[in-house]
C-alpha cells in the first residue's frame, strides 16, 4: 500500500509566503553532478519562475536532490503548480539530455512561518554538502545560490551567523 503524504491546505501555498523545498531524484540517482545538467535544471525551474511569479531565495543541488526556498511574488503566487510547472520543464529536459527519470513523485516541504529564522534556513540549504562530507566550506561547492541575492552576500549572511 503506497502511502501518501499530508499536505497542508491548498491556501497555504497562495501568495507572498516562502517555503522550504526538497525534491528528490528518481530512485536517488545521481544527477546532479556536472555544471551542464545543475545549469539546465536551473533554468527550467527560473522559466517556471517567471511564470507564475515565484523567486528562489536559496538553492543548492545536491547529486541526488535539490534544496530550495522559494517565495510568491504576489497575492496570487500559486507554489503547488510551481512545483509542477518546474518539475515538468526540468524532467523534460533531462529526459533530452540524459535519456533518464529526473524526478521521484512528490516534494517535501516545510511553510516558513513570520517567526521563523529565515537566514538559519538559508544556512541550513548552503551547508548541506558541508554535512555530507562533499566539501568543508560552503564556498567550495559549486552548485549553489540564489536568484534574489549575490552568492557573496549570501556567504557573509552566513559567516554572521557563526
Keep these: 500500500m503506497r502511502r501518501v503524504r499530508a499536505r497542508l491546505d491548498r491556501g497555504c501555498y ?3 509566503q516562502r ?8 530512485e536517488r540517482h545521481l544527477a546532479f553532478t556536472t555544471p551542464d545538467i545543475v ?3 536551473l533554468r527550467e525551474f527560473l522559466r517556471a ?4 511569479g515565484v523567486e528562489i531565495v536559496a538553492y ?5 536532490h535539490v534544496h530550495l526556498l522559494v517565495g510568491g511574488t504576489t497575492a496570487e503566487s500559486d ?4 512545483i509542477g510547472i518546474s518539475k515538468q520543464f526540468s524532467a523534460v529536459a533531462y529526459r533530452r539530455s540524459a535519456h533518464k527519470r529526473l524526478w521521484q513523485e512528490g516534494w517535501f516541504d516545510r511553510v516558513v512561518r513570520n517567526s521563523d529564522d529565515v537566514g ?3 544556512r541550513y540549504v548552503l551547508e548541506n554538502p558541508i554535512r555530507a562530507a562533499i566539501v568543508d566550506e560552503v564556498g567550495k561547492y559549486p ?8 552568492r557573496e552576500d549570501l556567504l557573509a549572511s552566513i559567516a554572521r551567523r557563526t
Design 143 to 150: 552548485f549553489w545560490g540564489s536568484c534574489t541575492h549575490s
Design 19 to 26: 517555503t522550504f523545498l526538497t525534491f528528490c531524484t528518481f
Design 79 to 82: 507554489l503547488v503548480r510551481w
Design 49 to 52: 519562475c517567471a511564470r507564475d
Design 14 to 16: 497562495i501568495g507572498t
Design 60 to 64: 543548492c543541488f545536491m547529486p541526488d
Design 120 to 122: 538559519a534556513i538559508i
Design 39 to 41: 545549469d539546465q535544471t
